[in-house]
């Protein structure tokens, strides 16, 4: 069943159309990309999709009863009261289905079959926002976006990225059937993107996705939708099937426009020849035909580029050699490292959370700022070019005075250096301060090719790029021939670009060889190691439907009598149901409502694995590798999330 159904729309901003001929289906359990370069319409597309904006053409029906969610990238400007009560106020929905259900329980034992299914649907929602642990549930979502230290402040004082992830954290909380995201990524790290992904794949969210972060559209989404030529094309498959396909798709255009391009001159040519002579009938015939032969559009294509950093000669082995330091300011460490060394060519890429001091150990490595403690060693040969995040010291004066003030070059030089970053004609004498986050990024580049550096330290460089401009950025980075320090949440470059990636939390810093991918692989083999000797040692062992077996199974005949007397049990009988509505309830300590509540989630949770291996095994007979992969990757997420409840609830049980 749809929940949302988009059909023929059209919009126009003056005597300029955004896009027409935009039709899409949303079903309940959908997690959709919607992807394009900035200014094609997404943000526009999402706020008609809400009701928030009207088409000019077309119309979107939305399923009856159907609760919406939009997140957009300006939130919570003029909120009162504090982060935890603008957090609560997201409950408001929770409390209205709790009173309804206690409303309704009365009237269960009289067996009126609509009053026992809306109490269904009523207690299901109830369920599914977390309403049976709301105190838990608004820890964890607060905990997961890393607003868990900024509960007690002021809505007012926080900053713009913070407002933007409490408006995402009040959105998962209100727990809308339809989720409408507009960069819902932005902002955060990468625990807390690695959570959210976690969030609505567990929740199973119907969600409609704007993101330029690759690697979180693989993960949580399975269609993608995109802009094209003024309209949106579907696709099968999460980003990286989108990518694949796009590229196969545009190939193959080209080609038959190449060749039907070829035809159309050939008869072109026919008619000019004989229009006029015995043949005349043969090429009136022919200019008819071609008349009506419908043009094959070529693929839209980016313009080229021919971006390129020269890396200076490094005669030595090692470029960057520290002891163990201690790193911060005004001589208070945020940070401790082991030794550090950076080789001839090699590629780091460090991570962690924000405010944990990647900054501030790249610039200490780098001599920007002095260490603490230790000391810092680079190459006689060492040349350094510092991409600072957000590309500081490019908000005035135009495009040739930023590089000319960087460089020293003359005008012509300039000039000429500016064309191979597409910065052409009049284009060098625009304000550095309208131009648009790509548009700045080549700019930095061009800054730093003037330099031709062997150590290139990027900070944040994918920061506000759109998804053209990030591989057009990927492209000249993985091109470049010296050595790279990057600091950076894109975990989709990441993976293709790092040799090494340095882990920051904590106060501490972990070197791990290989990419993010192996970095993954590795953290999967201790969870597991883990899991195994927790199974063998402290923690009690799974029964055979999974459940820890020293306490009453979340299934069990004691566990149901336990939760019945917390709460309603989902009305599988008249006979229960009333029997439950009329039993008071009794009370309990918090810790024994917490692992109540906790069981019920285990065994709704065990419940959805149980579907999904079915679905897994009939998706895999069918041969759908694309879907085969979806459905796998969720169901390990499940896994995961059983394993993380299962934690929990030994905690509370200890």
Same mark, same amino acid.
């Given at each position: 069943?749809?929940?949302?159904? $988009?059909?023929?729309?059209?919009?126009?901003?003056?005597?300029?159309?955004?896009?027409?001929?935009?039709?899409?289906?949303?079903?309940?359990?959908?997690?959709?990309?919607?992807?394009?370069?900035?200014?094609?319409?997404?943000?526009?597309?999402?706020?008609?999709?809400?009701?928030?904006?009207?088409?000019?053409?077309?119309?979107?029906?939305?399923?009856?009863?159907?609760?919406?969610?939009?997140?957009?990238?300006?939130?919570?400007?003029?909120?009162?009261?504090?982060?935890?009560?603008?957090?609560?106020?997201?409950?408001?929905?929770?409390?209205?289905?709790?009173?309804?259900?206690?409303?309704? !329980?009365?009237?269960?034992?009289?067996?009126?079959? !609509?009053?026992? %299914?809306?109490?269904?649907? $009523?207690?299901? @929602?109830?369920?599914?926002?977390?309403?049976?642990?709301?105190?838990? =549930? *608004?820890?964890? *979502?607060?905990?997961?976006?890393?607003?868990?230290?900024?509960?007690?402040?002021?809505?007012?004082?926080?900053?713009?990225?913070?407002?933007?992830?409490?408006?995402?954290?009040?959105?998962?909380?209100?727990?809308?059937?339809?989720?409408?995201?507009?960069?819902? =990524?932005? +902002?955060?790290?990468?625990?807390?993107?690695?959570?959210?992904?976690?969030?609505?794949?567990?929740?199973?969210?119907?969600?409609?996705?704007?993101?330029?972060?690759?690697?979180?559209?693989?993960?949580?989404?399975?269609?993608?939708?995109?802009?094209?030529?003024?309209?949106?094309?579907?696709?099968?498959?999460?980003?990286?099937?989108?990518?694949?396909?796009?590229?196969?798709?545009?190939?193959?255009?080209?080609?038959?426009?190449?060749?039907?391009?070829?035809?159309?001159?050939?008869?072109?040519?026919?008619?000019?020849?004989?229009?006029?002579?015995?043949?005349?009938?043969?090429?009136?015939?022919?200019?008819?035909?071609?008349?009506?032969?419908?043009?094959?559009?070529?693929?839209?294509?980016?313009? #080229? +580029?021919?971006?390129?950093? !020269?890396?200076?000669?490094? %005669?030595?082995?090692?470029? $960057?050699?520290?002891?163990?330091?201690?790193?911060? +300011?005004?001589?208070?460490?945020?940070?401790?490292?082991?030794?550090?060394?950076?080789?001839?060519?090699?590629?780091?890429?460090?991570?962690?959370?924000?405010?944990?001091?990647?900054?501030?150990?790249?610039?200490?490595?780098?001599?920007?700022?002095?260490?603490?403690?230790?000391?810092?060693?680079?190459?006689? =040969?060492?040349?350094?070019?510092?991409?600072?995040?957000?590309?500081?010291?490019?908000?005035?004066?135009?495009?040739?005075?930023?590089?000319?003030?960087?460089?020293?070059?003359?005008?012509?030089?300039?000039?000429?250096?500016? #064309?191979?970053?597409?910065?052409?004609?009049?284009?060098?004498?625009?304000?550095?301060?309208?131009? /648009?986050?790509?548009?700045?990024?080549?700019?930095?580049?061009?800054?730093?090719?003037?330099?031709?550096?062997?150590?290139?330290?990027?900070?944040?460089?994918?920061? @506000?790029?759109?998804?053209?401009?990030?591989?057009?950025?990927?492209? *000249?980075?993985?091109?470049?021939?010296?050595?790279?320090?990057?600091?950076?949440?894109?975990?989709?470059?990441?993976?293709?670009?790092?040799?090494?990636?340095?882990? $920051?939390?904590?106060?501490?810093?972990?070197?791990?060889?290989?990419?993010?991918?192996?970095?993954?692989?590795?953290?999967?083999?201790?969870?597991?190691?883990?899991?195994?000797?927790?199974?063998?040692?402290?923690?009690?062992?799974? /029964?055979?439907?999974?459940?820890? /077996?020293?306490?009453?199974?979340?299934?069990?005949?004691?566990?149901?009598?336990?939760?019945?007397?917390?709460?309603?049990?989902?009305?599988?009988?008249?006979?229960?149901?009333?029997?439950?509505? /009329?039993?008071?309830?009794?009370?309990?300590?918090?810790?024994?409502?917490?692992?109540?509540?906790?069981?019920?989630?285990?065994?709704?949770?065990?419940?959805?694995?149980?579907?999904?291996?079915?679905?897994?095994?009939?998706?895999?007979?069918?041969?759908?590798?694309?879907? =085969?992969?979806?459905?796998?990757?969720?169901?390990?997420?499940?896994?995961?999330?059983?394993?993380?409840?299962?934690?929990?609830?030994?905690?509370?049980?200890?």
């Amino acid at each position: 069943m749809s929940v949302l159904s $988009v059909q023929a729309l059209a919009k126009r901003y003056g005597e300029r159309l955004l896009f027409s001929g935009v039709s899409f289906r949303l079903a309940y359990g959908d997690r959709v990309a919607l992807v394009g370069p900035n200014g094609t319409g997404k943000s526009t597309l999402l706020r008609i999709a809400a009701g928030r904006d009207e088409p000019d053409e077309g119309n979107v029906a939305v399923a009856r009863g159907t609760r919406i969610g939009l997140l957009e990238q300006e939130t919570l400007l003029d909120v009162e009261g504090t982060v935890e009560e603008r957090a609560r106020d997201a409950g408001a929905h929770i409390r209205e289905l709790e009173a309804e259900m206690r409303a309704l !329980e009365p009237r269960l034992a009289g067996g009126d079959p !609509e009053v026992l %299914a809306r109490y269904a649907d $009523v207690q299901h @929602h109830f369920e599914h926002a977390g309403g049976y642990d709301l105190d838990a =549930t *608004v820890k964890r *979502v607060l905990d997961g976006l890393g607003l868990a230290a900024l509960t007690g402040r002021l809505v007012r004082t926080l900053s713009g990225g913070e407002r933007t992830r409490l408006g995402l954290a009040r959105l998962l909380l209100d727990d809308p059937d339809l989720m409408l995201l507009d960069e819902p =990524t932005n +902002h955060l790290d990468i625990a807390a993107l690695e959570w959210l992904e976690r969030f609505l794949v567990e929740r199973n969210a119907t969600a409609l996705v704007v993101s330029h972060d690759r690697w979180f559209l693989d993960r949580v989404t399975s269609r993608t939708l995109s802009f094209e030529r003024g309209t949106v094309v579907e696709y099968r498959g999460s980003y990286s099937h989108y990518a694949r396909q796009r590229a196969d798709r545009d190939a193959a255009l080209a080609k038959a426009s190449e060749r039907q391009a070829e035809e159309i001159a050939r008869t072109e040519e026919f008619i000019r020849r004989y229009g006029a002579g015995q043949r005349s009938k043969e090429a009136r015939g022919r200019a008819k035909r071609l008349s009506r032969v419908e043009r094959i559009a070529a693929p839209e294509r980016l313009a #080229a +580029h021919s971006w390129r950093l !020269e890396a200076a000669h490094m %005669a030595s082995d090692t470029v $960057v050699d520290a002891t163990p330091l201690a790193v911060g +300011h005004a001589a208070t460490p945020i940070l401790h490292t082991p030794r550090l060394r950076i080789g001839r060519g090699a590629r780091v890429a460090v991570v962690g959370p924000n405010g944990a001091g990647k900054t501030t150990l790249v610039r200490t490595l780098i001599g920007e700022l002095p260490p603490i403690e230790g000391y810092v060693a680079s190459a006689p =040969t060492a040349r350094v070019a510092y991409l600072a995040q957000a590309q500081q010291g490019l908000m005035s004066g135009s495009v040739l005075e930023a590089l000319r003030d960087a460089s020293g070059l003359a005008e012509q030089a300039a000039r000429d250096l500016l #064309a191979r970053f597409l910065f052409r004609g009049e284009e060098v004498f625009r304000d550095v301060a309208v131009l /648009s986050g790509g548009e700045r990024t080549r700019l930095a580049l061009a800054r730093l090719a003037a330099r031709e550096a062997n150590l290139l330290v990027l900070d944040e460089p994918t920061n @506000h790029l759109d998804v053209p401009a990030r591989e057009a950025l990927e492209s *000249v980075i993985l091109d470049y021939d010296g050595t790279i320090v990057l600091v950076s949440h894109d975990r989709y470059l990441i993976d293709k670009l790092a040799t090494e990636v340095w882990l $920051v939390e904590e106060g501490t810093l972990t070197r791990h060889e290989g990419n993010w991918t192996s970095l993954q692989r590795e953290r999967a083999d201790r969870e597991r190691a883990s899991e195994a000797a927790a199974r063998q040692g402290r923690l009690p062992p799974r /029964s055979l439907a999974g459940r820890p /077996s020293a306490r009453p199974a979340p299934g069990s005949s004691a566990s149901t009598k336990e939760r019945r007397r917390a709460r309603p049990e989902r009305p599988a009988a008249r006979s229960r149901l009333a029997a439950a509505a /009329s039993r008071p309830p009794e009370a309990g300590g918090r810790r024994q409502s917490r692992a109540r509540a906790l069981e019920h989630r285990i065994t709704e949770l065990e419940e959805r694995i149980k579907t999904l291996e079915q679905r897994l095994a009939d998706v895999a007979q069918s041969g759908n590798y694309m879907e =085969t992969r979806r459905v796998g990757e969720e169901h390990a997420s499940l896994e995961k999330a059983l394993k993380d409840l299962y934690d929990e609830w030994a905690r509370e049980g200890s």
